[in-house]
Nanobody
Framework: VQLVESGGGLVQPGGSLRLSCAAS????????MRWYRQAPGKERELVAA????????NYADSAKGRFTISRDNAKNTVYLQMNSLKPEDTAVYYC?????????????WGQGTQVTVAS
């Protein structure tokens, strides 16, 4: 099982980034996908989530109106489009997968990708 994030980097305030998370080794279309982030000295927090079929999404208040989560089940990939970035968005962003149903619901984490918002 692998979740490989990409797309992080350094961006100026007000800029945009698109994170990708490529999944392999499990039935991607059967998993809820989430993006979390963790800033230095802070706890990991949920940023956005998307249902297994992609029909339902939800966002942290800090992400609403600026971030968009989406997925392509044909490509086994989930995305996080981040616009109007702020310095407080600086964090390591992690991709997370959890099976959407069943008695046993495995979950997996990616290794994270650094996002730095600074001028």
């Amino acid at each position: 099982v692998q979740l490989v994030e990409s797309g992080g980097g350094l961006v100026q305030p007000g800029g945009s980034l698109r994170l990708s998370c490529a999944a392999s080794g499990f039935t991607f279309r059967s998993y809820v996908m989430r993006w979390y982030r963790q800033a230095p000295g802070k706890e990991r927090e949920l940023v956005a989530a998307i249902s297994s079929a992609g029909g339902s999404t939800n966002y942290a208040d800090s992400a609403k109106g600026r971030f968009t989560i989406s997925r392509d089940n044909a490509k086994n990939t989930v995305y996080l489009q981040m616009n109007s970035l702020k310095p407080e968005d600086t964090a390591v962003y992690y991709c997370y997968a959890r099976r959407d149903s069943g008695i046993i619901r495995p979950d997996y984490w990616g290794q994270g990708t650094q996002v730095t918002v600074a001028s």
